[in-house]
């Protein structure tokens, strides 16, 4: 069993934040808790090695670059105070938002190993 690792991202951007419900409208729905985390050239290496290579990490110019992680389970979502969000709370969190994002490796489809979400601070 391969030895599963999780980090936190701070102070990385927020877009497309799908917390208090799964994203299931569109041509693309994943039907997954999810959203992209924007970050700087400092994570990049970390976050390479974390993810499984059908994870694309987007260069968006300007050093910053993005990754869409995401989540079959409701992912911890609070403020700095450790107070836990509410639903409604969760879905004011928008694209430009800046958070910690906690990332961590699961096992998946045919026992890869994948990046995926699992808390918002």
Do not use: C
Request: charged share 25%; hydrophobic share 35%; no cysteine.
């Amino acid at each position: 069993m391969a030895d599963l690792k999780s980090v936190t991202l701070k102070n990385v951007e927020i877009r497309w934040a799908f917390l208090a419900e799964p994203q299931t409208k569109g041509e693309y729905a994943s039907n997954k808790y999810q959203l992209d985390v924007v970050f700087d050239k400092s994570y990049l290496d970390t976050i390479n090695k974390l993810k499984n290579a059908r994870q694309q990490v987007k260069d968006l110019g300007d050093g910053k670059y993005s990754i869409a992680v995401k989540s079959s389970v409701q992912p911890t979502v609070m403020d700095t105070k450790k107070i836990r969000f509410s639903s409604d709370d969760m879905k004011k969190i928008g694209n430009g938002t800046i958070a910690h994002v906690k990332v961590g490796q699961y096992t998946g489809f045919k026992g890869q190993v994948f990046l995926g979400l699992q808390a918002v601070m």
